[in-house]
């Protein structure tokens, strides 16, 4: 199992700034994982954090707009840049563990963003 | 692109009943698929898991069921509790390649408990 802590739980934004999330796990993990949740919607992905690399980005995300870091295996941080109100969600990091035949992912708590 | 969805948005229970998600699934090649319970203000939280070679899985209170013909998952939960209330998530486990495994979630169910 895994304990995901990210900072901060929630902010209010204004158009133009960036904003940057950060997540810390309590053990060492190979991927990190950053979604993105908007409001009554499900968790959509947008890109995988590995440790010493640089992320992999999903369709319809870039690195411009939500550069990742990833300096060690325990924390990484996304960054919502140059926001506009079309970015307010909430955005979550995650983990996953995978064995013989199965992938267990845990969740940090997200941080709600509001942009006006 | 492949996805999963679900059928109903929204589910109203009353305290001690039954209550059954419903999940849909198009890619036939998916060989996982988890349910996640995500309670107000808090990140997903694994419930129960199925292998594409298991047609039901039962933990505590909840049951899992995968129908491979029509593609068809859902996720029953006995004596519902109003702790159980919560928006209820099916995710696809894809395999990218190699251990890279990535999930892809369904639109999600509210279910609502009314005590």
């Known amino acids: 199992s895994a304990v995901i802590s990210q900072k901060p739980s929630r902010d209010i934004c204004q158009r133009g700034t960036s904003l940057t999330i950060q997540c810390q796990v309590d053990?060492?993990?190979?991927?990190m994982f950053w979604y993105r949740q908007q409001p009554g919607q499900s968790l959509t992905l947008i890109a995988t954090?590995?440790?010493?690399?640089?992320?992999?980005?999903e369709s319809g995300f870039v690195i411009d707009k939500f550069p990742i870091s990833r300096p060690n295996l325990t924390f990484s941080t996304l960054t919502v840049s140059n926001m506009s109100p079309e970015d307010s969600s909430i955005y979550l990091c995650?983990?996953?563990?995978?064995?013989?035949?199965?992938?267990?992912?845990?969740f940090g708590q997200g941080t709600r963003l509001t942009v006006v | 692109g492949e996805s999963v969805g679900l059928h109903l948005p929204t589910l109203s229970v009353q305290e001690g009943d039954n209550s059954i998600i419903n999940c849909a699934y198009s890619?036939?090649?998916?060989?996982?698929f988890i349910w996640y319970k995500q309670e107000s203000g808090k990140g997903p939280q694994f419930i129960i898991d199925?292998?594409?070679?298991?047609d039901k899985r039962q933990g505590q209170r909840v049951t899992v069921l995968l129908n491979k013909t029509v593609k068809h998952l859902s996720l029953q939960i006995a004596a519902t509790q109003p702790g159980d209330s919560a928006v209820y998530f099916c995710?696809?486990?894809?395999?990218?390649?190699?251990?890279?495994?990535?999930?892809?979630f369904g639109k999600g169910t509210l279910l609502t408990v009314n005590p």
């Open positions: 995650s983990v996953e563990f995978w064995a013989a035949w199965n992938t267990e992912a845990f």
């Open positions: 890619n036939s090649a998916s060989d996982y």
């Open positions: 954090a590995n440790q010493g690399s640089e992320a992999t980005y």
């Open positions: 199925i292998r594409s070679n298991m």
């Open positions: 053990s060492q993990v190979t991927m």
């Open positions: 995710a696809e486990n894809q395999n990218s390649g190699g251990s890279n495994y990535k999930l892809t």
